[in-house]
């Protein structure tokens, strides 16, 4: 038996720990990036280098002195990009999915202005923007594998955090059993509206944001670095496609989730007799991220036991030096040596500086960060957007927009992975298939213009029978048709009359309690029957209070389903052409650094 067989067999034997150094640079150097047996003639020069410098743990699957043989197989460039499509699913779930579904949620749980929530939503990007630099610096000069494995728990913490106002701040009071119903005319209750947990409950929600978005920063820089570093250049791309492929998945996780979370009441435990379609209803938000933290908790274990370097790294590394067109000008000497922090902070600066004077790699940013911002505007109000312009309740808002979008965006990394593939696009060529791919999407994205048109609203955007028209309007209190309901709720609660009229709630309809013996939710409105009193006065007023005058809960149908059909087929096709771009802009940016 040769020399060769048998240091191979030794490692075949099982053993748990690490084989001497030499022997490891000859073993993982004979294979190539997903644990196959190398070529002959690549063996003989491979197995002239050692591993300087560095421990020989960093090449092996464990966690400290532990490194059983049979973990051995998982290290590999494929399972890898498995790995890195898990933390994308979950990380796209939790912020493109499930944060995007319970915006209108939470504005109408804890009385939120659309300024509030699109803050809640802003802090992500804004704690992305603050951290991603010095994480992509520090976390590229580190354990890649070990900082998005500490990167995940700093999400699951994002998420727990994110979830907390459900359990401080007590039970949702509109609807609950026990609780105060739905104001209707002369009822005699108070309806103070209590807000003081307002303030509390956004701060919760804004730091559970922020640990959220540093925790998601080193996916998209450490992560695809690592995968570059990894990967044969022949085969990276494809390795990217799948991860922008699965990463779709994420949010498609989130939008299906959304829906059924969202259509069980907000606290499980009480009994209520509103349903998901009634505009007082909350669906239980928090469900969402618990399930979020739970998971990436369990994601982040075999992050942490995976190797720092792969057999392959050294080969891959140089195979990638011949490939680029110009290799950077090494860091000033004068960085090197002396004080370790001060050596650290010149560096970064230094990096920075040399980001900041490459032309290329700013006009890129800046065309990356303008797809961007229309995928995360669309990512995070889509829903509501859907929800308010063409009258859907919020479960069926978040399944339209995800039933469109996440196969579009799928198709459309795969479609672009796959031109540079077949194509064999390298360079100036890969920028001019951005340029074509960009000028195409902008087109469909005129179907944002298209909306239902809106519902009349008595004394907002219609007038009062009386023409009262104005909330503040004195007039509208003394309307005659609710001047003895004593009306004193401020919730928007709307019901839509027999006269196709919304009214901002029941009371302010002056609607009584139905009793059950027909299909709407309240009768024997006054407002409604002194409005289609002025249209037929030949009619008796008794007669018309008595019969007509009903109302139900929710807004009016507005009856412009084609314009829904046609408004997702329009962004269905321009997010199907924003997602082209993401293999193409993540190839050049890295070729450009």
């Known amino acids: 038996m040769s020399a060769a067989a048998r240091k191979e067999e030794a490692v075949d034997g099982g053993l748990s720990q ?15 990036e997903n644990g196959g047996p190398a070529t002959v003639s690549e063996t003989g ?48 779930a939790l912020v493109s999915g499930f944060t995007s579904v319970v915006l209108s949620t939470l504005e109408r749980r804890y009385g939120f202005s659309s300024t509030a929530t699109g803050a809640i939503a802003s802090t992500f990007d804004v704690a992305v923007l603050v951290s991603v630099v010095f994480i992509s610096y520090f976390g590229g000069r580190g354990h890649k594998p070990r900082w998005l494995g500490a990167s995940l728990i700093i999400q699951a913490t994002g998420s727990f955090i994110f979830s907390l106002p459900q359990f401080v701040f007590g039970r949702y009071r509109v609807g609950s059993s026990g609780a105060l119903s739905t104001e209707t005319c002369l009822d005699g209750q108070d309806f103070t509206d209590c807000k003081s947990s307002t303030n509390a409950a956004l701060f919760f929600f804004v730091l559970g944001n922020i640990f959220i978005g540093v925790g998601a920063a080193p996916l998209f820089t450490v992560g695809t670095t690592y995968l570059d570093e990894i990967a044969r250049p022949k085969h990276v791309s494809l390795h990217l496609g799948v991860f922008y492929m699965l990463s779709i998945v994420g949010p498609a996780l989130g939008y299906a989730l959304g829906g059924p979370f969202l259509s069980i009441y907000v606290d499980p435990w009480e009994e209520t007799h509103l349903t998901p379609s009634d505009p007082g209803w909350v669906g239980a938000w928090w469900l969402c991220f618990i399930f979020c933290g739970v998971v ?64 290329s790699w700013v006009f890129m940013t800046a065309a990356i960060s303008s797809s961007i911002l229309v995928v995360s505007g669309f990512a995070s109000f889509g829903p509501k957007y859907v929800e308010t312009q063409f009258g859907l309740p919020p479960s069926l808002a978040s399944l339209a927009v995800g039933a469109v979008a996440i196969p579009t965006g799928g198709a459309g990394v795969v479609v672009g992975g796959l031109i540079i593939y077949c194509l064999k696009l390298k360079g100036r060529r890969v920028s001019l298939l951005q340029l074509v791919i960009s000028g195409v999407a902008v087109l469909p994205l005129l179907g944002l213009l298209l909306h239902c048109p809106t519902s009349d609203i008595a004394g907002i955007t219609t007038s009062y029978p009386d023409g009262a028209r104005d909330l503040g309007d004195t007039r509208f209190l003394n309307s005659s048709c609710i001047s003895s309901c004593n009306c004193t709720s401020s919730v928007f609660e709307p019901v839509c009359g027999a006269d196709n009229v919304v009214y901002f709630s029941p009371c302010r309809g002056g609607c009584d309690p139905t009793d059950n013996t027909t299909e709407a939710d309240y009768d024997q409105c006054r407002c409604v029957a002194e409005r289609l009193h002025s249209v037929a006065p030949n009619s008796s007023f008794s007669t018309l209070l008595a019969g007509n005058s009903t109302a139900s809960d929710g807004l009016c149908d507005s009856n412009c389903g084609m314009k829904l059909i046609f408004f997702l087929l329009l962004i269905g096709l321009g997010l199907f052409t924003v997602f082209m771009l993401q293999i193409p802009n993540v190839l050049v940016t890295i070729r450009w650094v």
């Not at 690490?18 to 190539?32: E, I």
Request: net charge positive; aromatic share 10%.
């Open 18 to 32: 690490p084989p001497p150094t030499r022997l490891v640079s000859r073993l993982d150097d004979s294979r190539d």
């Open 45 to 92: 020069k491979k197995e002239e280098r050692k591993v300087q410098g560095e421990d020989e743990k960093e090449y092996f699957c464990g966690c400290g002195p532990w490194h059983p043989h049979r973990l051995q197989i998982f290290r590999d460039a494929r399972f890898f990009t498995f790995l890195l499509c898990l933390f994308a699913t979950i990380e796209g």
């Open 296 to 359: 990436s908790l369990v994601i982040s274990v075999p992050f942490f036991c995976y190797p720092r370097l792969l057999p392959s790294s050294r080969a891959i590394r140089e195979e990638r030096e011949r490939e680029m067109a110009k290799r950077c000008e090494d860091a000033p000497k004068v960085i090197e040596g002396g004080n370790k922090i001060r050596s650290v902070v010149l560096s970064f600066l230094w990096e920075i500086r040399r980001l900041v004077v490459n032309p």
